[in-house]
């Protein structure tokens, strides 16, 4: 079991920048995928980004080149820096973790509002 708590959202005009942090109730260094996903209204849920316990990242196109996923294993926490944003990126975004054991199990957190206007 892990619990997942996302914080860093806000208000913030078009080109500016925001942080997300998720802080796990657990060590986060044997979660095998750890990632962002958003989700706007009226539209499903989207993966943004993510980590694994290699380090390895995958974005999707629409934020390529202007977010970044990291993972900070002494923390408990892995991190999403948000630069160039736009309105398009307004969305409730959620930590994700996944892990594979003797089986496969995914939490979530319970999201933190994005809103991207001037």
């Known amino acids: 079991q892990v619990q997942l708590v996302e914080s860093g959202g806000g208000l913030v005009q078009p080109g500016g920048s925001l942080r997300l942090s998720c802080s796990a109730s657990?060590?986060?260094?044997?979660?095998?995928?750890m990632g962002w996903y958003r989700q706007a209204p009226g539209k499903g849920r989207e993966l943004v980004a993510f980590i694994t316990s290699g380090g390895n990242t995958n974005y999707a196109d629409s934020v390529k080149g202007r977010f970044t996923i990291s993972r900070e294993n002494a923390e408990n926490t892995v991190y999403l820096q948000m630069d160039s944003l736009k309105p398009e990126d307004t969305a409730v975004y959620y930590c994700n973790a996944q892990i594979v054991d003797s089986g496969y199990s995914a939490y979530w957190g319970q999201g933190t509002q994005v809103t991207v206007s001037s």
């Open positions: 657990r060590s986060i260094f044997s979660i095998n995928v």
